[in-house]
């Protein structure tokens, strides 16, 4: 959701977008992002669910890849 207004319509949409893209990368090996928010919440998602995509900052994927 790209929009400046803060309706609770808005809001919602943000966070369907934020699951369609935890729910898209659950079968990746990271999902990377700089948004602390989006990654809290795919955190505590893939915790329930037992999914061992693992979520990282783009700095934290730099320093899994270099370690490859």
Not at 5 to 24: E, L, P, Q, T
Not at 31 to 51: H, W
């Amino acid at each position: 959701d790209f929009t400046r207004a803060k309706g609770s319509s808005d809001r919602f949409n943000a966070s369907f977008n934020d699951m369609i893209h935890v729910r898209n990368a659950a079968g990746s090996s990271y999902l990377c992002s700089r948004d602390q928010a989006f990654l809290k919440k795919a955190t505590a998602c893939y915790r329930y669910l037992e999914v061992p995509t693992q979520v990282v900052t783009p700095d934290e994927l730099c320093s899994h890849l270099k370690d490859l």
